[in-house]
């Protein structure tokens, strides 16, 4: 697979496309959470060379040291090298364990503390993690007149859904979306993104055993692309498994019509 032929190019056409929605939706800024992970990296590092208002945030959240080094760092690096970047670091840990134990408490039966079925659920607890990144970044971006961009790639966002409806699927662009996991990958190797992230095995960081992407999904993103584009190997069981199971946030919402 190579359908580009020059990063170089590439890089001016996503910049210049950012800038042109940002004024022509009069925007004041871009929004971007960055986690430690690759699209994150370059989806911030693109965001910066725009040269218009960045805010890059890092949100940990219960986050292993490894993935808040990287993020930390990443994000720190934009801000001293572009005079447009601002960094803001929100820990969401407290929050999070506060909205948890609340939901716990209220719906607990007679005779009990807490509700433990409505609060123990993994998945559960992971997609809330994300929303509670999602209502951050909206928060940021309200104050200062922003849009929060998104780091969502195309094998995520419309391959096999593997994001969280209204966490870090809910955006307002996604510039990365029309490009394969390897394809972030080599734009990151072109824009000089910190080798440690560029080598860092995928991972949402929502799991306290800091699973990766490909243990949760069956599959390695270079089978998954191979199935997304030729419809072979063994990636077309694990992309028709998740395409099917995840449909549901990668359609538009159903509207009852009159």
């Given at each position: 697979?190579?359908?580009?032929?020059?990063?170089?190019?590439?890089?001016?056409?996503?910049?210049?496309?950012?800038?042109?929605?940002?004024?022509?939706?009069?925007?004041?800024?871009?929004?971007?959470?960055?986690?430690?992970?690759?699209?994150?990296?370059?989806?911030?590092?693109?965001?910066?060379?725009?040269?218009?208002?960045?805010?890059?945030?890092?949100?940990?959240?219960?986050?292993?040291?490894?993935?808040?080094?990287?993020?930390?760092?990443?994000?720190?690096?934009?801000?001293?090298?572009?005079?447009?970047?601002?960094?803001?670091?929100?820990?969401?840990?407290?929050?999070?364990?506060?909205?948890?134990?609340?939901?716990?408490?209220?719906?607990?039966?007679?005779?009990?503390?807490?509700?433990?079925?409505?609060?123990?659920?993994?998945?559960?607890?992971?997609?809330?993690?994300?929303?509670?990144?999602?209502?951050?970044?909206?928060?940021?971006?309200?104050?200062?007149?922003?849009?929060?961009?998104?780091?969502?790639?195309?094998?995520?966002?419309?391959?096999?859904?593997?994001?969280?409806?209204?966490?870090?699927?809910?955006?307002?662009?996604?510039?990365?979306?029309?490009?394969?996991?390897?394809?972030?990958?080599?734009?990151?190797?072109?824009?000089?993104?910190?080798?440690?992230?560029?080598?860092?095995?995928?991972?949402?960081?929502?799991?306290?055993?800091?699973?990766?992407?490909?243990s949760q999904l069956g599959a390695s993103y270079a089978e998954l692309e191979e199935a997304m584009e030729n419809g072979t190997g063994s990636g077309v069981a694990v992309l028709e498994k998740f395409g099917k199971q995840n449909r549901h946030k990668m359609i538009p919402i159903p509207t009852f019509k009159l």
């Amino acid at each position: 697979m190579n359908r580009i032929n020059s990063y170089e190019d590439l890089t001016e056409e996503i910049v210049g496309w950012i800038k042109d929605y940002f004024w022509d939706n009069d925007r004041k800024a871009l929004v971007v959470g960055v986690s430690g992970g690759i699209d994150s990296a370059v989806v911030s590092t693109l965001c910066a060379k725009t040269g218009l208002p960045t805010y890059v945030l890092t949100m940990p959240l219960d986050s292993k040291p490894e993935n808040t080094e990287l993020s930390d760092a990443h994000a720190k690096a934009l801000d001293e090298k572009y005079d447009n970047v601002t960094h803001y670091n929100v820990d969401l840990s407290e929050p999070y364990h506060k909205l948890i134990s609340t939901i716990g408490s209220k719906t607990a039966p007679e005779g009990y503390t807490t509700n433990r079925e409505l609060i123990t659920n993994g998945l559960a607890n992971a997609n809330t993690k994300s929303r509670m990144r999602m209502v951050t970044l909206y928060q940021v971006a309200g104050v200062f007149g922003g849009i929060v961009v998104g780091t969502g790639n195309k094998v995520e966002d419309y391959g096999v859904g593997f994001y969280t409806k209204y966490g870090d699927g809910g955006v307002d662009i996604a510039p990365i979306a029309d490009l394969y996991k390897t394809e972030v990958w080599e734009l990151g190797e072109y824009l000089e993104v910190d080798q440690r992230i560029v080598n860092a095995e995928p991972t949402d960081g929502l799991w306290s055993d800091s699973r990766t992407d490909e243990s949760q999904l069956g599959a390695s993103y270079a089978e998954l692309e191979e199935a997304m584009e030729n419809g072979t190997g063994s990636g077309v069981a694990v992309l028709e498994k998740f395409g099917k199971q995840n449909r549901h946030k990668m359609i538009p919402i159903p509207t009852f019509k009159l």
